[in-house]
T-cell receptor
């Protein structure tokens, strides 16, 4: 069954460092997302991406965050200068889009755990 | 704004018994989707079941079924014949029909006791 893959599974970084989290969505999906889950808290929406641009973003997704789809397969989340409060599990997800079978169902990756020291 | 509320942070059930997880939501939308996702200890969230708001019939997937009450904005998940592998965090989620952002509840941690 097709799946969303994420790397790294765990990254430890120093505060102020840049981090890039990578995702390979399911190949024929059109919508891509990043969510985060701080330990013990709920899953929070960060950003959605469609047609090579951001379609929606939350208040959390400030200027420190950016997303890219550099090569048609990878979907990356960059945090320019990490803060302690960025420590969380980051989930990538993809959605085929409304025209397709299985539309409007998010398929999630296994997550990337970011620890900022 | 859409909100999703799961009022049961933790629940437990004996193996083979039935358990119901609660979810309520708030929206002014008339058409939308509701979901239950399962997040086992291995971390990846997996879709359990989906309900389209315009469908009156409650969705079922094998041992999983929902009780969708649109007027009450309630969307509970019933797990029948609970199995040890059902132990996980369960998230209720909402999506507008014309949007693509999911709104998640805070989750219910379910433990199936042998």
């Amino acid at each position: 069954e097709p799946e969303v893959t994420q790397t790294p599974s765990h990254q430890v970084t120093q505060m102020g460092q840049e981090v890039i989290l990578r995702c390979v969505p399911i190949s024929n999906h059109l919508y891509f997302y990043w969510y985060r889950q701080i330990l013990g808290q709920k899953v929070e929406f960060l950003v959605s991406f469609y047609n090579n641009e951001i379609s929606e973003k939350s208040e959390i997704f400030d200027d420190q965050f950016s997303v890219e789809r550099p090569d048609g397969s990878n979907f990356t989340l960059k945090i320019r200068s990490t803060k302690l409060e960025d420590s969380a599990m980051y989930f990538c997800a993809s959605n085929p889009g409304q025209a397709f079978s299985g539309a409007n169902v998010l398929t999630f990756g296994a997550g990337s755990r970011l620890t900022v020291l | 704004a859409q909100t999703v509320t799961q009022s049961q942070p933790e629940m437990s059930v004996q193996e083979a018994e039935t358990v119901t997880l609660s979810c309520t939501y708030d929206t002014s939308e008339n058409n939308y989707y509701l979901f239950w996702y399962k997040q086992p200890p291995s971390r990846q969230m997996i879709l359990v079941i989906r309900q389209e708001a315009y469908k009156q019939q409650n969705a079922t997937e094998n041992r999983f079924s929902v009780n969708f009450q649109k007027a009450a904005k309630s969307f509970s998940l019933k797990i029948s014949d609970s199995q040890l592998g059902d132990t996980a965090m369960y998230f209720c989620a909402f999506m507008k029909y014309t949007g693509n952002q999911f709104y998640f509840g805070t989750g219910t941690s379910l433990t199936v006791i042998p």
